[in-house]
């Protein structure tokens, strides 16, 4: 199991900086976690860790190999519960997102249903729901499946936080060989599902993984909110379990990437020498003879 950092680590840094500090860790691999269509003007002068889905690839590859990491990831979380518009991140950019994943030599993009901001969204019936989101799925796993690249629904959203909703997001898309899990240790905790259960259930469609832990202060808010950007607490120091999660991964085999979503350089210290520490001990049924 292999531990890697989101590339948010710095607020107001371009990539090329986050690249450099996800090394400076000690870590070897990296996502690309924001990125948009065309240009913006916060990376041009260098305050946006944001990639164009319209970059030649050779450009994202270059700041990689000079900061001496892996891109393990592309992060396309979307909004598949809106109607469709020009400024909605959704189909056309989770299939760009493929694409360029593909000329980056990135196999998993990780995408997700997000919450809908209109009325039209908040008011889809559950089987309207999950039919809205295999629609606006069904090129991007065709486009996923063409290039070799697995398409992963993390748990972000009201549909993919649930053992049971996301088992019929599943059924309902097909195509296990290129759609699979990210399990959000967080995130899934705080939609109201345990993410050892995610685990214990999915098994090998879990591909990757991001590392969240979430405090007391979240308890009231649980099963009402649906994902958060970044955990601000070091892993281990909240309420999510992530020691027996990690051992259940290892349980079942997982052998693949992994990303710490935390903020603060100590945090960020914090939870890479835990998981490490997690990562290298004995099973807990040997540990307890």
């Known amino acids: 199991m292999n531990i890697g950092s989101f590339a948010l680590l710095q607020p107001f840094a371009g990539l090329e900086t986050q690249f450099r500090l996800v090394r400076a860790f000690g870590l070897d691999t990296a996502d690309i976690t924001d990125n948009h269509d065309g240009a913006t003007l916060g990376v041009e002068y260098g305050f946006s860790a944001s990639v164009s889905l319209d970059s030649h690839p050779e450009k994202i590859r270059r700041m990689a190999f000079d900061a001496g990491v892996r891109l393990s990831a592309f992060c396309a979380h979307a909004n598949l519960l809106d109607p469709f518009s020009p400024d909605t991140y959704s189909t056309f950019q989770i299939i760009k997102a493929i694409r360029l994943a593909h000329l980056l030599d990135i196999c998993h993009v990780i995408t997700t249903e997000g919450e809908p901001r209109t009325e039209f969204g908040h008011s889809l019936s559950r089987e309207q729901a999950i039919f809205a989101v295999r629609e606006r799925l069904y090129e991007p796993i065709r486009w996923a499946e063409e290039l070799g690249v697995e398409l992963l629904l993390e748990t972000h959203g009201h549909l993919t936080d649930s053992v049971e909703t996301m088992s019929e997001l599943l059924d309902a898309l097909g195509h296990p060989e290129c759609l699979g899990i990210c399990l959000d240790t967080g995130n899934c905790w705080l939609g109201g599902e345990d993410p050892l259960e995610f685990v214990r259930h999915f098994g ?27 955990g601000t607490i070091p892993l281990g120091d909240g309420l999510v379990g992530v020691p027996a999660i990690v051992e259940a991964l290892k ?17 960020v210290r914090a939870s890479i020498s835990r998981l490490q520490g997690w990562l290298a001990a004995s099973p807990l049924i040997e540990a307890s003879q």
């Open 204 to 230: 090998s469609r879990i591909r990757h993984v991001h590392w969240k832990d979430m405090g007391e202060e979240w308890v009231a808010r649980r099963g009402t909110v649906y994902g958060c950007g970044m």
């Open 251 to 267: 349980e079942m085999g997982f052998t693949g990437d992994t990303t710490i979503e935390v903020a603060g350089p100590d945090n």
